[in-house]
């Protein structure tokens, strides 16, 4: 047997409280992949990049920078499951490395509390580390229960690719690695249009009806394609593609309803771990998700 | 949506460009394709990025109080396709910030901010959470450390900026 | 001493200098890749700031006292003594030694004999072979046996061997026995005094613009394909029609579809404004219906009276760069917004016109790699009484600047050579 990787895990919020089976699967799949995810107690909210920044900006990267600077006490590379916590780090790390002024102004913060920010730290997603780092050869091996026969949209959502200065994925219009890992579970890959559209999430606070509009439209046109289901790296898409989803679709066709898989929980079910993800079902998805794990058919 | 007025100083926009990416802004040579990328754009005619850049370059600071700019989704599709590679809704956030002092800021927002200040996270974590987290058998994460974020922020003075905003949107979080 | 200069790519700035130094009494080696010269003028049809065939401009003589230009298809450029043509030529290899160039040259066979064929065009009439032209835009043909524009000079034909079936055909009813279906490439080496690039650019396939949606559809073209289906000789004679044949009432353009772009390419293309101008005013005159989406119009003083023209003729100009154009029940939709009235547009037609950027070809060579700069054009003055460039090689420009520089670039060259500052 080869031996465990471990990687920092920085938890963030909403994936540890809110979606712990985001948690529980992703967890699952790493360890049939020699991966295992340490937590660090001196990590706090990353903090979120979409309204704390508008908030004050200068706090935001300050806090932000600290969470980096305990990752690198770590010294090992730092996973996020949540593209919110990913894209605060990476982004606040990326800024740091480019700017000295920004950096300096930082550690002296930093200084009252003991730590130091350098910009070393390598940050990374769930996409990272199972499509660099893993690759899919050796996943591959993983899967005893291949999803022939199913389609799924793969929804990346805007803050786990952009910018890709930070990011450093592989396109901000055509991202791929979701898509080579969908099929490597032995699924099609839906075509739809507005591949990178966002979900609508971030302007709740602000103007939920707007956002629903753009949730609709996202549905709308990932219906068009004849997926089986909507497939997701990020708690906050999540939420906004299954929890809202009803309000949303009553904007089209109040009858439409479309499951919502966290990209954890469906390899985990081709990986021959179905009935953890059955166990969370009712109590986490809100769009049902028992018709499509039937189609998958067979006790996993 | 002309500009309706301008300061005359130059105080919003030299503190723009201050910021960090800030001078990306004068980058802009305010060709539209932000707006013609930006879904929000695309529901809301009122709402055009290149606009509000444009009042970020005459230093017109009534963007600060825009509600409007609250509505940008940072989804980056506008940046992606910009041929300056100007840091559309970065220079948008900083907008925000402007904007905080005259209670530009969602109610949810705000709330998130002084949960984060309080209790180092956005949600308020209780016992359930607690206990589902135990019978997943997922390990427990500790309490964050809210004294650091206390005292990093200390010369920032955000804790204190907070407790006189109050957000002109009013009711509750939609969350 | 006779000076020998080998001046490298027959555009029309390449064909300029070539003729100002062999009429100074230099030698000159004019080299060009393709198997006809004229480079991107063959696409063009008719040119700004006169109207012209850009093959045959003694006519602007009142405009440019006629020595700027002449007509390639009448010019002496296959017959002067001091000047030697080698077409569909690669350079392998160029050596400096003592002070002199040697350059290793291999020329691909034309398969027709340039000293024999007497253009009776026999030959293409009975080849069977039919293949798509690449100067056509809407499907039309050619022959294995072919030439590429019938004004290409050399007017001899050549055969396209990676599709000649070797059927015979061709050399059994030629008269004078000029086809050799055995010809070899052949190689040679040229010592040279001096070097002029003079290998311009070309217009970029904007297969991978994100946003233009270019691969998508055949109604999605460049401006050098709309050229080629305003243009009378070509495959669609001149009527400009959308890819399922309805002929065109509406057509919108896109300037700087890729130019003044961080992401694509950095430079402004120069021409393409004035060039998007002259189709515009020509497409009018067919009554069809123009929309130039623009950032904002970059055109020559010489040129200024096509702008006057297009704002007379009904041209329509929206100051916003598009962010997308996307196929909608088999249409291009331009997504835009018209920053003076502030409203996004979804503006449909028949045709979509993209001005796409002008790139160095030199950049595609590597052994011209040495003497370029930024972007990968070069200076007029590479080196001193050595290298040296001219035309579009030095950066994107239009014909009358291109010319113009070739003059002076001819001049230069002939001091600095005899010496004569
Ligand atoms: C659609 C379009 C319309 C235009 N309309 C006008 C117009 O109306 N009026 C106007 O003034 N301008 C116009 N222009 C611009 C005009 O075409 C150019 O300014 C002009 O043709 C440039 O000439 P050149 O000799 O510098 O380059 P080119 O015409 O590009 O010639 C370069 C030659 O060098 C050869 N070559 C390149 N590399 C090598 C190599 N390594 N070895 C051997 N040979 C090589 C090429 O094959 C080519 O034949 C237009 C351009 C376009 C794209
Ligand atoms: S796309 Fe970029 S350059 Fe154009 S108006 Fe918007 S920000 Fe300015
Ligand atoms: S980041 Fe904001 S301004 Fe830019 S496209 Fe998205 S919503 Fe529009
Ligand atoms: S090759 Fe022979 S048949 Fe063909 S054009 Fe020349 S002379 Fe005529
Ligand atoms: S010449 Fe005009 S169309 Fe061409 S790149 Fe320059 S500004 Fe754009």
Known sequence: MSKMKTYTYFPGCMVPFRLPHFELAARAVLKKLDIELEANPGHACCPEPTTFTGVDFEAWITLAARNVAVSETTGLETLSLCSGCFHTLAVANHMIQEDENLKGRINERLKTVGLKVTGRLIVKNILHVLHGDVGLERIKKEITHPLTGLKFAPHYGCHLVRPLEATHMDDAEQPKWMDDLIEVTGAEVADFEDKMACCGAPIMPSDADKAFTLTADRIEKIRASGADAIIVVCPTCYTQLETQQKKATAKFDPEYSIPVLYLGELLAISMGMKDMVISNARRYHRVKVGPLLEKIGGAA | MVVRRSTSDLAFRNWVLEQPEGETLLRCYQCGRCTSACPV????????????????????????????????????????????????????ILAKVRGLVGGNIPQAALDRARAILAGGRIIM????????RDKMGLPDLGQPPVDQIASVLKEIGLAKKLENVESVYGGGSNE | MTKTVVVIGAGLAGIQVTQQLTDLGVTVHLIEKESIIGGLATHLGRVFPTGDCALCLDACEELFDGHHRRCQYRSLLTSKKNLKLYTQTEIRSITEVDGKFSLSIKSHPRYVLLDRCVVCLECINVCDVEIPDEYAIRGGTRKAIYRPISQGVPLVPLI???????CGKCVEVCGVDAIDLAEKAKTRTIKADALILATGVEEKIPLNLPG????????????????????PTGDTDGQVITSSGDAAAKVTMILCAGSRDLEATEYCSQACCTYSLKHANMLRDKEIDVTICYMDLRVQKASNHYLDLAREKGVKFLRGKPDRVVVRNGKPTTIVEDTQTQQRMEIESDIVVLA??????????????????????A?????????YACGTATGPEDIPTSIAEANAIALRVYADLEGGR
């Open chain 2, 41 to 92: 754009a695309a529901i809301d005619n009122s709402f055009n990025p290149r606009l509000f850049l444009q009042k970020i370059l005459l230093a017109d600071e009534s963007l600060a109080e825009e509600q409007l700019v609250w509505t940008c989704l940072t989804c980056e599709q506008c940046e992606v396709r910009c041929p300056e590679h100007v840091k559309i809704p970065h220079l948008l």
């Open chain 2, 125 to 132: 974590v209780n016992e359930s959470m607690l206990k589902t």
């Open chain 3, 160 to 166: 396209d061997m990676d599709h000649c079936t070797q």
């Open chain 3, 212 to 231: 233009y949606a270019y691969s998508e559809s055949d109604d999605i073209i460049t401006q050098r394909e709309l050229a080629r289906l305003i243009d």
């Open chain 3, 356 to 377: 796409s950027p002008l790139s160095p070809l030199a950049s595609q060579s590597e052994v011209l790699a040495d003497f370029l700069g930024e972007y990968g054009f």
């Open chain 3, 379 to 387: 200076l007029r003055v590479v080196k001193e009484g050595r290298v």
